[in-house]
């Protein structure tokens, strides 16, 4: 749900409002307050520029 709000999808937010709703535990509820305040690529973007240029052979050479 929050991947396809990031990319624009309008009724997630809905969605998701309701799905933390249904959280009981605390540890639940302060995991979906840190995904709700990450960005859903930034596991894959963060810190690799160089693996985004030289993919596995290295960090760039200048």
Not at 25 to 34: R, Y
Request: glycine share 6%; charged share 30%; hydrophobic share 35%.
């Amino acid at each position: 749900m929050k991947e396809c709000g990031d990319l624009g999808n309008t009724y997630s937010r809905e969605w998701i409002r309701f799905a933390v709703r249904r959280l009981v535990t605390d540890k639940a509820k302060e995991l979906a307050k840190s995904i709700l305040d990450t960005d859903s690529a930034n596991w894959w973007f963060k810190d690799k520029s160089d693996w985004w240029v030289n993919g596995n052979h290295g960090p760039a050479v200048e």
